[in-house]
């Protein structure tokens, strides 16, 4: 059974940073594109940053590029997203999400999601 | 910069009756990639319908009352006989972006 589980949501103040987890289980994480995406409360979808199947390639949307970076760690079959320089408009619940070969950045599997919530 | 326009905004049918969710795309790619999502409150995001190429795929496990169909820059998403359990948010994406979302509501 495929399998995402994000962590490291929590309350941050303003310019902090919060480092995201997502544990993959029940496939090859290391064939996989993945991606992180956010939804604000209740707002719609928006894609975060996404990352090739070594970590040598990585995109993010132009809002928190220079403030996140999307890495992972194949051993561990680990995606994180450290985010840094915190705004309230960053507040959402962020969700990872495997790419679907081929599909042009299309998720076939999501995690459950984890709240981040930037306040004072 | 692709923009997904989804209509209407919100679908407000009963169960068993058709649902016809649009999603235009602002700019026509060459090959032609889409996905339709649906979400529930407080869950994750579920893929019903991708495309890849021009082939529309249904995911794994999603009834065959979901279809998907295009004609140019504009999708649709089909439900044939609405369920109870079909009222949801219906978002579509492509390239990473994704439309605003169609509500179906009962």
């Known amino acids: 059974e495929v399998k995402l589980v994000e962590s490291g949501g929590a309350l941050v103040q303003p310019g902090g940073s919060l480092r995201l987890s997502c544990v993959a289980s029940?496939?090859?994480?290391?064939?996989?594109?993945a991606s992180w995406v956010r939804q604000a409360p209740g707002k719609g979808l928006e894609w975060v940053a996404n990352?090739?199947?070594?970590?040598?390639?990585?995109f993010h949307v132009d809002s928190v590029e220079g403030r996140f970076t999307i890495s992972r760690d194949n051993a561990k079959n680990s995606l994180f997203l450290q985010m840094n320089s915190l705004r309230a408009e960053d507040t959402a619940v962020y969700f990872c999400?495997?790419?679907?070969?081929?599909?042009?950045?299309?998720?076939?599997?999501w995690g459950q999601g984890t709240l981040v919530t930037v306040s004072s | 910069e692709i923009v997904l326009t989804q209509s209407p905004a919100t679908l407000s049918l009963s169960p068993g009756e058709r649902a016809t969710l649009s999603c235009r795309a602002s700019?026509?790619?060459?090959?032609?990639?889409l996905a339709w999502y649906q979400q529930k409150p407080g869950q994750a995001p579920r893929l019903l319908i991708y495309?890849?190429?021009?082939?529309?795929n249904r995911a794994t496990g999603i009834p065959d009352r979901f279809s998907g169909s295009r004609s140019g820059t504009d999708f649709t998403l089909t439900i044939s006989r609405l369920e109870p359990e079909d009222f949801a948010v219906y978002y579509c994406?492509?390239?990473?972006?994704f439309g605003q979302g169609t509500k179906v509501e009962i």
């Open positions: 495309v890849i190429s021009d082939a529309f």
């Open positions: 999400a495997r790419e679907i070969p081929g599909g042009a950045s299309s998720f076939d599997y």
């Open positions: 029940g496939f090859d994480f290391s064939t996989y594109w």
């Open positions: 700019q026509s790619r060459a090959s032609t990639y």
């Open positions: 990352i090739d199947q070594d970590g040598s390639r990585t």
């Open positions: 994406q492509r390239y990473g972006v």
